[in-house]
């Protein structure tokens, strides 16, 4: 108990109010960049609202600049760490080996790759990849080879729903009906305008001709084979145009909205419901304390019997100063002050025995 008496203490002083705001602020930063933005959202509220909280940081005003502050100094922090991740070239990445050939049970497409990684808006960029044409489902043979390259990741096309349309997309392909060694190195050579973050994928076009005897008729089928990228969004990231300063500003509007928008939104929910219920818990105290103290026998101020009686008692200043206290409003916002607060819980003013605006019996 002495150490919660002394942590409590400690956030009274200004020291111990930076200390939590650094504890909210790297929470907040931490669990939105390894964890993502619906893991940050009960981290922050711990951290930034009910941490200060128990150890009696309650004055609403206070609460809401702490999370305004972390908010705002979080989104450079973790777009920082973004930066740097999108700054490192991906790896290369082969196709799914789930293609219907099951005797060979390898990829198709292999070591597919993008360079440079970064390069200056307007350079040409060099998408490869080595295709293995005897690892196709039986019957059938290399048609066509296509690269896609967006700013919208994962786009095999001019439309998206996750990106709606008017993006840059370029979609380059090459006819590979010719290629016969496995593996047959192929390469796309790209113009990419800058300062831009790019996503792309490749997909061959495989074909399987078969003869129909009893009608006659020749058949094609048709199947496509993509890159398996280990991500949500199914594209490989990069190459990047620009430099590292311009691939962060390009990254930070959309950290901060994200920010704002998921931990803060539901931060300044959860203190607007803390403040209420802090409100309702102050009228209903004041109307208890205002009830007893009409209880309280009155004094009339005569002088003891002659006969000797024990004379009529009076009122306690110790009660009589606490009902006082119960029955008025803080000098500053107005708020119902508690009859043992020295400070007002909605403001934070300083309260003196019998200081604010006398409240109606039973009244809020």
Known sequence: MPRAVSLKALVQTRAGKIVLFLIALATLAASFFYLGPYFA??????AGLGLPIYLGWKVPKHLAILGIAALLLAAPIVNYGLTSEAMTPSPAVNSSTDHGNTST????????????????GGSAFAFTVD?????????YTPYQLWVYVS???GATGNSSPFCGSGYPFYPVGQNVTTVSASPTPVTFHVNLPGPNIWWWQMGLLARATTFNASANK???TYQWIFLAVPNAYGAVQGPITGTWATTYQLLLPQTAIDILFYPGIVFFLALLVYVFLKSREARRKAQRAASDAEMIPPTTGAPPSSTGGTPPPSASPAVTGAARRAESSCPKCGAVVYPDEKN???CGAPLSPGAGTPLKSGGS
């Open 151 to 153: 700013t919208c990741p």
């Open 105 to 120: 049970g390898a990829p198709v497409l292999t070591n597919a790759t993008a360079t440079p990684y970064n390069g200056a």
């Open 131 to 139: 295709l293995y044409p005897n690892r196709l489902p039986t019957n």
């Open 344 to 346: 007002c819980w909605k």
């Open 218 to 220: 020749t058949n094609t």
């Open 41 to 46: 959202i009960p981290t922050f509220l711990l």
